[in-house]
């Protein structure tokens, strides 16, 4: 099982598999994709707490009321970091 952020602290009592995404990150080299839900739109913030490397193919979706109701998928998707150009964010509603 996985906690992120705070929500290791919901069930104290079973610490000795408490693992945190950038723990599994750098343990498991396997990992070639990663999706993460959000609610916040700071994909900066997400991207340095996980520790993705620039090689890793990320799509982060989040809340986004202005832009997640177009027709066109290119409103609703960027590629904003030129350093993670396998990152996607997705902009949901």
């Given at each position: 099982?996985?906690?992120l952020n705070q929500l290791q602290f919901i069930n104290q009592g079973s610490s000795?598999?408490?693992m945190s995404l950038p723990e599994l990150l750098h343990l498991v080299e396997?990992?070639?994709?990663?999706f993460s839900?959000?609610?916040t739109s700071d994909v900066s913030w997400s991207l340095a707490y996980y520790g993705s490397p620039p090689?890793?193919?990320v799509k982060v979706a989040f809340h986004s009321s202005e832009r997640c109701w177009s027709s066109?998928?290119?409103k609703r998707t960027?590629?904003?970091?030129?350093d993670f150009h396998n990152l996607?964010?997705?902009k949901y509603g």
């Open positions: 099982m996985i906690y000795n598999n408490v396997s990992v070639v994709r990663l839900a959000s609610f090689h890793l193919h066109s998928p290119d960027s590629v904003p970091y030129p996607m964010v997705v």
